[in-house]
């Protein structure tokens, strides 16, 4: 067997204090690692629940849906190919993006509005929403009661919960059931640990 001659040793030792200066963290998650390159190539699964929420991490998450992920304006008017789904932000495309809500057109009935999870009708961000939905109706279902808290931070959650949900043709009722009306942080809870490790 061959040993190790001293200038081996002192190396090793010495790359593993290099390594240690070098250790950094994943913000995300806390993973760390000994290397930059390790962080880069890193894919955090945590990045997808970031809140708030941006449009591409809910093009991650509903990826394998049929579900559009888009801005107010870019809403088509008559959706002609159903059933569809859509997670529209409640801003136009040349503004920041305040709210998530979800569009859903099955084959047949009436259309969805899902949600405003403050509860409210479809003309609370937009009066658009509400033409939308009648044009594609012109009866139109929505859900009036709060779900949750009062910040806005977890809508794209519900959203993406909500259209997962239907494209298993699990019934909006039963998908709302799922929710407490009583303990609206209880359901941020919810959503945040579904969606996360």
């Known amino acids: 067997m061959e040993g190790k001659d001293s200038s081996d040793t002192e190396s090793t030792t010495s790359d593993i204090m290099d390594d ?3 250790l950094i963290d994943c913000r995300d998650c806390g993973l760390i690692f000994a290397h930059n390159q390790g962080l880069k190539d890193h894919n955090c699964r945590k990045k997808l629940i970031r809140l708030p929420m941006p449009g591409d991490a809910l093009d991650g998450i509903l990826r394998g849906t049929s579900a559009t992920v888009c801005c107010a304006d870019d809403l088509p008017a008559y959706v002609i190919d159903r059933p569809k789904m859509c997670v529209v932000n409640t ?9 998530w809500v979800a569009f859903h057109f099955p084959v047949s009935g009436p259309p969805e509005f899902f949600f405003y999870s403050r509860g409210g009708a479809p003309d609370t961000y937009q009066q658009r929403f509400r033409n939308v939905l009648i044009v594609n109706g012109p009866q139109y279902r929505f859900f009036g009661c709060q779900i949750q808290p009062d910040h806005l931070e977890t809508c794209g959650l519900y959203c993406a919960y909500y259209v997962k949900m239907r494209s298993q043709s699990i019934k909006m009722d039963d998908v709302l059931n799922y929710f407490l009306s009583d303990d609206l942080d209880a359901n941020d809870r919810k959503l945040i640990a579904l969606f996360s490790f």
């Open 20 to 22: 240690r200066e070098d």
């Open 91 to 99: 801003d136009n495309c040349n503004q920041e993006g305040t709210h």
